[in-house]
C-alpha cells in the first residue's frame, strides 16, 4: 500500500514542516555554517536500493533531520560570508512554497497567462528599481550562466546572420570575468583561440586601452569582433570594467556588448551605486541575479536584451503542438531562453518588493556595504593582513603579508582553514595576481554587526595562533 496524502493528511504534515521551518529559521545562527563531514559519508548512510514499499511521511522527515540536515551549508547563517550570497528573505521562501503548491509549468502564456503578465510587470519593476537605461526589456533566466550564454549565442546568430563563419568570430573579456563567459563563448562553438582574456589595471577592472588594440589586431587579421562581456563586479573582487570606453569600442566595431553584473546589479536600487553602471545605454544585453543579494531566493537571474527579435531568432521555436491562438498577442516566454518548460519565478519577486519595498531593499544593501566598509578599516589597521582590492559593494579581499610572496601564500590558507574550522563563520578564497587572497563576502540576509565582529574576531584569534609574530591589539 502507498501512503498518497488525502486533504487532512497533507494539511497536518504541511503544517509539521512549516514549524520545522521556522524552528529551522530561528535557529539557524546556533548550528555550524558548514559540516563536519567527509566526501561519500552521507551518501554511506543511504540505502543503495529504492524502496519498494512506501513511508509515512513524519518518518521521511524524521529521516531528513537525520541524515540529510547535518550534511547541508547554512547559506542563510548571519556568518556566512563565502562566495556571494544567495540570499532569500522569508517572503521569498513563502512565495517558493506557493509556487510548489501550484507546480504550473509555465513555458507559454496559455499553460499560466498570470505567470506570464506578473514576469513581464516584475522585470518591468526590477529595471526601473534599479534605474535601467530605457529600451530594454527583461526575461527570467535560471541563472547568469544561462542568460550569458544565451547572449553569446544571440550575438554569434547576429554575426552568422551577417555572413561571419564561426572560425571568424573573437569574444573578449577580462581575464577576471566570470568562468561562466569563457564556457558560454565554448559551449556556443567560438574556437578556443578566438577567446581573448584582456588584461586589468591594479583595480582589477578590464584596462579598454588593451581591449582596444586586441579587437584592432584581430581586424587586422581578418577576424570579427563578435561580442564582449563587461563585467561589473567581478566575482573575485567586485571591480567594475569601465562601461563608457567598453562601449565606444562595441560600438565602432559592431560587436555585441553583453555586461554581467550577477552580483552588484542589486546594488543599483541604491542611487550612490548607479555611477558604476554609467554606460550601461550602449550595451546589447544585461544581467544580474535578484538570487544573489536582493532577497529573492535562488533561482532567479534577470536577464534584459535592447533587441528582442535578436534573442527570439536565436530561442524560439514553434512546433505545432505548442502553439495556440493567443500567440500574436501574447509574450511567450518559452523562446526568450534555453528550457522549455519554466517555474513560475515572478512570484516570489513580487511577494519579496511588496514586502519591502524598494526602500527595504535599499536600506539593506547599504547595511552590507556599510558593514564590509568598516571590516576593509578593521583590515587596513592590521599590519599582519594587506588588503587586495578597492570595496565599491560589500565584498573585502585580504591576504597575510610580511613574509616572502610563498608564506604570506601559505599563511593565507592556514588562516582561512582556521577560521573557518571554528563553525561560527565561513569565507572562501580566490587568487589576484597570483596570490591566494581571502574573500570576505557580507550579504547573507541574516548577518549583522555582531556576525562581522565576530568573523573579525576569529580572524584576530588565528592570527595570533598562524603568524610568528605578537598578536596586535
Ligand atoms: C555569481 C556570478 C556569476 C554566475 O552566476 P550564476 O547565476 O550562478 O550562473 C556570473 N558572473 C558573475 C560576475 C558572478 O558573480
Not at 559540516?35 to 509515512?56: C, D, N, Q, S
Not at 571568424?168 to 559551449?187: F, M, N, P
Request: hydrophobic fraction near 45%; proline fraction near 7%; charged fraction near 20%.
Amino acid at each position: 500500500m502507498d501512503h498518497d496524502m488525502d486533504h487532512d493528511t497533507f494539511r497536518r504534515e504541511a503544517h509539521r514542516v512549516v514549524d520545522w521551518m521556522a524552528d529551522y529559521l530561528a535557529t539557524v545562527a546556533g548550528r555550524r555554517v558548514v559540516p563536519r563531514t567527509t566526501p561519500g559519508a552521507i551518501r554511506a548512510t543511504l540505502p543503495v536500493a529504492p524502496p519498494e514499499a512506501g513511508t509515512g511521511f513524519p518518518d521521511i522527515l524524521a529521516d531528513f533531520e537525520r541524515l540529510i540536515l547535518p550534511g547541508m551549508a547554512h547559506w542563510g547563517h548571519p556568518g556566512w560570508f563565502a562566495y556571494f550570497p544567495a540570499n532569500a528573505s522569508p517572503p521569498s521562501v513563502l512565495a517558493e512554497m506557493v509556487t510548489a503548491a501550484l507546480a504550473a509549468q509555465c513555458m507559454s502564456w496559455q499553460t499560466s497567462p498570470a505567470a506570464t503578465e506578473l514576469e513581464e510587470v516584475m522585470l518591468a519593476w526590477l529595471a526601473q528599481g534599479i534605474g535601467l537605461p530605457p529600451g530594454f526589456t527583461g526575461v527570467i533566466q535560471d541563472t547568469a550562466s544561462s542568460a550569458t550564454f544565451v547572449a553569446l549565442l544571440t550575438a554569434r546568430d547576429r554575426a552568422r546572420d551577417a555572413g561571419v563563419p564561426l572560425d571568424r568570430q573573437t569574444v573578449y573579456a577580462s581575464t577576471e570575468a566570470h568562468a561562466s563567459v569563457e564556457k558560454g563563448a565554448r559551449l556556443a562553438g567560438i574556437p578556443e583561440a578566438n577567446f581573448r582574456r584582456i588584461p586589468v589595471d591594479a583595480a582589477y577592472a578590464l584596462d579598454p586601452a588593451a581591449l582596444d588594440a586586441a579587437v584592432g589586431a584581430d581586424r587586422a587579421a581578418g577576424l570579427v569582433p563578435t561580442a564582449i562581456v563587461a563585467t561589473v563586479g567581478t566575482t573575485s573582487s567586485t571591480a567594475v570594467d569601465p562601461l563608457p570606453a567598453i562601449g565606444r569600442i562595441a560600438r565602432a566595431t559592431g560587436a555585441w556588448l553583453h555586461v554581467d553584473a550577477a552580483y552588484a546589479g542589486s546594488a543599483a536600487i541604491a542611487p550612490e551605486f548607479r555611477h558604476h553602471f554609467a554606460g550601461l545605454d550602449a550595451a546589447d544585453s544585461f544581467v544580474f541575479n535578484p538570487h544573489k543579494w536582493l532577497g529573492v531566493q535562488f533561482d532567479c537571474s534577470a536577464y534584459y536584451v535592447g533587441n528582442v527579435e535578436a534573442l527570439l531568432r536565436t530561442c524560439a521555436t514553434t512546433p505545432a503542438y505548442l502553439r495556440t491562438a493567443a500567440d500574436p498577442s501574447v509574450v511567450n516566454y518559452r523562446d526568450w531562453g534555453i528550457p522549455l518548460g519554466r517555474r513560475f519565478r515572478a512570484l516570489k519577486i513580487w511577494f519579496v518588493l511588496r514586502s519591502y519595498g524598494l526602500e527595504g531593499l535599499r536600506a539593506r544593501i547599504r547595511e552590507h556595504v556599510r558593514l564590509a566598509r568598516a571590516f576593509a578599516l578593521w583590515v587596513d589597521g592590521e599590519p599582519r593582513l594587506v588588503r587586495m582590492a578597492p570595496v565599491p559593494f560589500a565584498l573585502v579581499v585580504f591576504r597575510v603579508t610580511g613574509g616572502s610572496p610563498q608564506a604570506d601564500d601559505a599563511a593565507t590558507r592556514a588562516l582561512l582553514d582556521r577560521v573557518n574550522d571554528s563553525g561560527e563563520v565561513y569565507l572562501t578564497h580566490t587568487v589576484l595576481d597570483g596570490r591566494v587572497a581571502i574573500r570576505c563576502s557580507v550579504g547573507s540576509w541574516t548577518t549583522d554587526a555582531a556576525a562581522v565582529r565576530r568573523v573579525w574576531q576569529r580572524i584576530q584569534e588565528a592570527l595570533a595562533s598562524t603568524t610568528s609574530s605578537p598578536p596586535a591589539r
